[in-house]
């Protein structure tokens, strides 16, 4: 909870009234993510969890809707606050974080009165800043009256500095961003940006391995709100989801799973069916992958990660699914054993879902945007082409090593597997692909197909 109340400020403290808990939830998660680089997800289910008494359903949707919404409008909504602030590089971050809570409410939540957004956030400014309540008393009205010219691209173009970065502004990212994406290519910088304001589809995969579950995916393919499909899921438009009740019910009891279907297409794109086994997810996470083939394929399929938490995730999630457990270890993929323990034989095919920016799926996690930086990309470019020149060196021929990422970064994508077959003979590039629908699903995915001769 945000100890908004000081010793020295108790008198003042009293004269104003507590936080919602729908703000103070929001407040808290904002803090983690955007202060302490933490994943916004994470940040929010934990302070969901972790709260006593456990907070009504509607606080714990506003808090979503709201840190979700302030993360994708970041970089616009700071444009805005700090159009009219006369010093913003002075505003303490605490307070920085509620006026920019308090700001998307007043521009892109209707049902909010704006004066209920103006009161809880001059309350809460005037405990911990006292000398600050007139100036987010004056800020909020006055951001209240810029309606339209916060949703008029003209404005952040003629009153920024520069193009790029009145771009950026309106786009709501971080101006390294926006230059990094269009330096690669302006057609496509827009497109994901544009994609990223947008609020993704909610997928659904469906597990054929529990009875019902077939019939249950005839229905849910025949109602509106299905924007795409695949053999593995639909995807619903996110404003026509499935009702909640009846979604969780399905989840319960292993016929549903979430999953976005970009990154159920992009896997289906590399023929699982043909896999030869064993096959092994070296950088599984929670195996979400590993899930999907689970629920269709028999071929021997191994799991393994550098994070023990998220291998035991695995094991929830295939017990939930009614799945059989898959040999799982943990191990970084640049240091991979060259035989799995316990089975005596190495894998015939590889998976590689790899540690990437993210750049292709900010749309459904926009915290990215704020939580990555300009040399994280080298580094993470320096972990692909490591992962790649392990794993390849642990097939045998015949073998297959299959890539995944969801960025749009050629360097990680095209150029990162291209660097593998330029160095060693051994490999050959069978196919690639890319999300065909992102104007759909609002998401971007990279896959290839690797042979080793």
């Not at 992009?266 to 992958?289: E, H, M, Q, Y």
């Not at 104007?439 to 001769?453: C, G, H, M, N, Q």
Request: glycine share 6%; aromatic share 6%; charged share 25%.
């Amino acid at each position: 909870m945000i100890n908004m109340a000081t010793k020295s400020r108790r008198s003042d403290s009293r004269r104003s009234s507590p936080v919602p808990p729908s703000r103070d939830i929001a407040l808290q998660v904002l803090g983690h993510c955007l202060d302490k680089g933490q994943p916004l997800q994470e940040s929010l289910d934990a302070a969901l969890r972790n709260r006593q008494p456990a907070p009504d359903p509607r606080d714990a949707g506003l808090a979503t809707e709201s840190v979700y919404g302030v993360c994708r409008f970041k970089g616009r909504l700071d444009f805005l606050l700090d159009h009219r602030l006369t010093r913003p590089d002075s505003i303490p971050p605490l307070v920085r974080r509620i006026l920019l809570l308090a700001a998307y409410e007043l521009l892109f939540l209707d049902r909010v009165p704006a004066y209920a957004s103006v009161s809880w956030a001059v309350d809460a400014v005037k405990r911990v800043a006292p000398h600050l309540g007139k100036v987010a008393n004056g800020v909020l009205r006055s951001l209240d009256r810029m309606r339209d010219e916060a949703f008029s691209l003209d404005f952040y173009l003629h009153t920024a500095s520069d193009t790029s970065s009145g771009m950026a502004a309106w786009y709501g990212v971080p101006f390294w961003l926006y230059e990094h994406l269009a330096a690669m290519n302006p057609d496509l910088a827009h497109a994901v940006l544009d994609e990223r304001l947008s609020q993704p589809p909610l997928g659904i995969r469906f597990n054929p391995r529990v009875s019902g579950s077939e019939d249950l995916a005839d229905a849910y393919r025949s109602v509106a709100g299905v924007v795409a499909s695949t053999t593995s899921g639909v995807a619903f438009a996110s404003d026509q989801s499935p009702d909640p009740v009846e979604l969780a019910a399905y989840i319960d009891d292993g016929r549903l799973s979430r999953q976005s279907l970009a990154s159920q297409d992009a896997l289906l794109r590399l023929d699982p069916a043909s896999w030869v086994g064993p096959i092994l997810d070296c950088c599984s996470g929670r195996g979400g992958k590993t899930q999907l083939y689970l629920e269709r394929w028999d071929e021997s399929i191994w799991a393994s990660d550098i994070h023990s938490a998220r291998l035991r995730g695995l094991a929830e999630e295939c017990r939930r699914l009614h799945l059989k457990r898959p040999l799982m270890f943990r191990a970084d993929a640049r240091r991979l054993p060259l035989v799995a323990e316990g089975e005596g034989r190495r894998p015939r095919t590889i998976l590689i879902d790899a540690p990437c920016s993210g750049l292709g799926v900010m749309s459904r996690r926009p915290d990215i945007a704020w939580r990555l930086r300009p040399d994280d990309l080298s580094k993470l470019r320096k972990i692909q082409a490591e992962i790649l020149e392990a794993t390849g060196a642990s097939l045998g021929s015949g073998s297959r090593l299959l890539y995944m990422t969801c960025t749009v970064d050629a360097f990680e994508n095209e150029r990162a597997v291209s660097g593998l077959t330029a160095s060693d003979g051994r490999f050959v590039l069978e196919n690639e692909y890319q999300t065909e629908n992102p104007d759909v699903l609002k998401e971007r995915f990279y896959a290839a197909s690797i042979r080793v001769r």
